[in-house]
């Protein structure tokens, strides 16, 4: 459930935010929402690293859907993106004068439909990415390193520890990363930390949907 707040006032702490809700709303919220998270959209204009981002995997796209035209590819994946999101994204969503916020959406889905689909990039798809987590999480849930894009193996940043079995533990809420063969030995070759500063990548914690996934333990 999205719904518009207000930031009422600041304090040393924090913000005090309110949500107008309806009767309903209220009960739902109360039943099912116990931990809300709230997000603040970037109503900057959209920037030109933006907008070079969006056209260059938009001409992936285009190549790979067999060189649609790149002005109809835009067309076509603007409009899906439109109705998908038509809670946060304009109704004349342009990439000449969006949002950062919508601009770093569309970029994410743009991202996700070249790894549910294979296709080839010339730029590693970690250096486009607007939203790091997101962007393993898509890579987690299409089985395809987060680094090169091959099919990946699950690497526990999280150690689960000696003496421990990986098929008995609970999974949920341990940090992952997903990597091909040769990026899971250099992660240990070269330890994490050294890794994720080279590649600029945020581990995530495994979720219900990463558990079903890899069939793991819940």
């Known amino acids: 459930m999205i719904l518009p707040a207000q930031i009422v006032r600041t304090t040393g702490e924090g913000l005090v935010v309110f949500v107008p809700a309806s009767a309903a709303e209220q009960k739902f919220i109360q039943e099912h929402c116990t931990a809300p998270v709230i997000e603040f959209p970037d109503n900057r204009q959209v920037s030109r690293q933006q907008q070079c981002k969006a056209h260059v995997l938009l001409g992936y796209l285009a190549m790979w859907s067999g060189y649609t035209p ?3 590819e835009k067309a076509i994946t603007k409009e899906i993106f439109r109705q998908a999101k038509p809670s946060i994204v304009e109704d004349t969503f342009s990439l ?15 991202i996700d439909l070249c790894l549910m ?5 010339g730029e590693p798809l970690w250096k486009m990415a607007e939203d790091l987590p997101k962007y393993t999480w898509a890579c987690l849930m299409t089985h395809r390193c987060a680094v090169c894009g091959r099919k990946n193996e699950l690497h526990h940043v999280d150690a689960v520890g000696s003496g421990r079995s990986r098929k008995e533990i609970c999974h949920v809420g341990m940090r992952v990363l997903p990597l091909c063969r040769e990026h899971h030995m250099e992660i240990h070759r070269i330890g994490r930390d050294s890794f994720l500063k080279r ?4 581990p995530v914690r495994v979720d219900e949907a990463i558990a079903h996934e890899y069939k793991l333990k819940g």
């Open 70 to 72: 790149l002005e109809v």
């Open 96 to 110: 000449a004068n969006c949002s950062m916020e919508t601009a770093r959406d569309y970029i994410t889905y743009l």
């Open 117 to 121: 689909n294979g296709v080839e990039c």
């Open 199 to 202: 590649y600029i990548l945020e």
